[in-house]
């Protein structure tokens, strides 16, 4: 038999490297830009054309590469950056196996120009699929432009893979931003499409974070820093008044490469321990200077983990300053744990008392009361703290309340019911319910009762149904939001003062992307600048009257992370994610009309049973399996 082995040709090879190297446009340009800081530039440009599928091209005034070194750049595992395994471990520098060039020039049209400050012709280098076409001298700035075209031209079947460009611009943003927060002493300038989308100057790093995330984020920064032997640690974490829903901006640098660490995630959101409500993320841009001999950075295609020799005592140095740079801004609370908190009051006075310096008593506002409980030893002398006094009604917070029965309003005046629910002293409306044959026996017409302020009790002819009230309120929501877009004129309340929004530059790309279906759920939103926005109306049953840049912004990205997991349509993606931000939450107490309503509204859909992303609205309990249940026999 012949054999079988063979070498694979270079081309293939380099494809097959392209694969780990080369994902997405954005993989392109953070291999470009990585190489343009290894070159010692000052000035980076990026120019991109639909979102890098047609054009990525960086243009730096590094130091440049003689005509050997331009075509060498593009050969497998060619690099200056290492020349022995020992090299390894101890890079500096963003690029260094040597395969990044080789793999772009695998798949797409390559036009490299290089000159270096002493020579007086520069050099010029055209590649197609590996092959390289042209290798010549001419004249060019000092410096490097490389100009990437079509990418995955001649792999359609990769290129059929790439998302749409408004995703694929994204993470074309993301990766310049990483890139940008990284080296805050280079300026950066990207154009996308002919239009000037960022000019960042040198500057400090709070001043970048400003430029590259908006204005806002100046009054939410909280520096950090920490300085050991061991390593150093700098940056910023976020108040936490701004976390958001979603996990937005959040970014570990070590020796200035961008990494991701779910180990040293863990250690910022232990810090934030009793500061944030659930499922809410802060802010945090941290940056790690270790001896690179202590870590290794090879571990990963894209080079975005790592792993530290001593992982514990990283986890611990990172919590520890940022449980202190909170502190020290007044954020977290002090606690003296030598100290005897009395939880209530003496039966002369709702005065409490803590140790004071001097120790004499103290009573809180100065008035004197009797002693609390626990005196006794170095605690029996206090200091007064301001506390709540407990309310002389307190026990009624803990009797069960009974449920009201109401009857149904008449259905000859009602109108449609706009969630979230009323305010308390108005009466809400329910809605008429189409007639039409469903698939589930129908609730019957009696008052349900509510359970732990989360689930809704129907009773049913065979038994009884439990209606997640949230998961239901999503479902109403989510069908009258996609009706809305084919509206001409949706239900719109205009502000007496509009609104200014200002908001991080990917988030703005995004949100002039999706700007007209976003109106047509009744905003009224214009665009005002380059990253700026003037809210003018907003939807007839909005609530949070006074928070529209908040809810825009987690909306927004509520809008990327569906978008990213569900790959739906931007309409049905702007649909969910609007119905999850407006729904009734579990905890919220409702009335029984609100309760009927709810029922009534959630049997009208076209689609009862599930939220939009799949999660039941209902569960049914029969009375045979309940009778089951008590071993009732019939008869």
Request: charged share 25%.
């Amino acid at each position: 038999m012949s054999d079988i082995i063979k070498l694979l040709p270079d081309s293939v090879a380099n494809q097959i490297a392209a694969g780990e190297v080369v994902q997405r446009p954005a993989s392109v340009v953070k291999e470009l830009l990585e190489n343009a800081i290894d070159a010692g530039a000052t000035q980076i440009q990026l120019i991109v054309k639909e979102a890098g599928k047609k054009l990525i091209q960086v243009i730096d005034n590094g130091s440049g590469m003689s005509e050997t070194d331009a075509r060498m750049c593009f050969e497998r595992h060619a690099t200056s950056k290492i020349k022995n395994a020992t090299d390894l471990f101890a890079i500096r520098t963003m690029g260094f196996r040597g395969e990044a060039m080789a793999s772009i020039a695998a798949v797409a049209q390559v036009e490299l120009k290089t000159r270096r400050p002493h020579d007086d012709l520069g050099t010029m280098v055209y590649i197609e699929g590996s092959e390289v076409k042209t290798h010549e001298p001419c004249q060019c700035a000092q410096g490097t432009s490389i100009a990437v075209k079509n990418l995955f031209y001649n792999i359609p079947a990769r290129r059929n893979f790439l998302k749409s460009d408004a995703i694929e611009y994204k993470y074309i943003l993301e990766e310049f931003q990483r890139v940008a927060l990284a080296n805050p002493n280079i300026g950066f300038r990207l154009f996308h499409n002919g239009a000037e989308i960022f000019h960042l100057p040198a500057t400090n790093l709070r001043k970048r974070v400003v430029g590259l995330l908006g204005a806002a984020f100046n009054e939410r920064l909280v520096a950090v820093e920490l300085e050991t032997d061991f390593l150093r640690i700098f940056g910023f974490v976020g108040k936490p008044d701004f976390a958001r829903k979603t996990r937005g901006e959040q970014f570990f640098f070590v020796n200035e490469r961008f990494i991701k660490s779910s180990y040293l995630n863990h250690a910022v959101m232990a810090a934030y321990q009793n500061l944030l409500p659930e499922q809410t993320y802060p802010f945090y841009l941290i940056f790690i200077d270790i001896d690179p001999a202590r870590i290794d950075v090879n571990v990963h295609p894209t080079k975005q983990e790592i792993k530290f020799d001593n992982e514990q005592v990283v986890y611990t140095f990172v919590k520890t300053t940022v449980l202190r740079a909170l502190g020290m801004h007044s954020i977290t609370p002090s606690i003296d744990f030598d100290t005897n908190i009395n939880l209530f009051p003496s039966a002369g006075g709702n005065e409490q008392f803590l140790p004071s310096a001097e120790g004499q008593k103290e009573p809180v506002n100065g008035i004197s009361g009797g002693k609390g409980y626990g005196s006794g030893g170095k605690n029996d002398t206090y200091r007064p703290v301001n506390r709540k006094t407990i309310p002389a009604n307190w026990e009624e917070l803990y009797q069960t309340e009974e449920v009201p029965q109401a009857e149904k309003p008449d259905e000859e005046t009602e109108q449609p019911l706009t969630w979230p629910p009323f305010e308390e002293e108005q009466e809400p409306e329910t809605l008429i319910i189409p007639s039409r044959q469903q698939t589930m026996e129908q609730p019957e017409q009696v008052a349900p009762v509510q359970l732990h302020n989360t689930y809704v009790l129907s009773s049913i002819k065979s038994g009884f149904i439990l209606i997640d009230q949230q998961a239901a309120s999503e479902r109403i929501l989510y069908e009258r939001y996609l009706k809305s877009f084919s509206q001409s004129k949706p239900a719109t309340q205009q502000l007496l003062f509009p609104q200014t929004i200002d908001l991080p530059r990917p988030d703005a790309e995004l949100l002039r992307h999706i700007l007209p279906d976003f109106n047509a759920l009744g905003y009224h939103l214009e665009e005002f600048g380059q990253h700026t926005f003037v809210l003018r109306g907003i939807p007839t049953d909005n609530t949070l009257k006074g928070e529209e840049q908040r809810i825009i912004e987690n909306l927004l990205e509520q809008f990327k992370l569906n978008l990213a997991e569900l790959k739906t349509g931007h309409r049905q993606t702007l649909a969910q994610t609007l119905a999850r931000s407006n729904a009734i939450k579990r905890g919220e107490k409702l009335s029984a009309a609100h309760m009927l309503a709810l029922v009534d509204q959630l049997f009208a859909c076209d689609m009862p049973y599930a939220t939009p992303t799949g999660k039941p609205t209902i569960v049914t309990y029969y009375l045979a399996d309940i009778e089951k249940q008590f071993e009732r026999k019939k008869g």
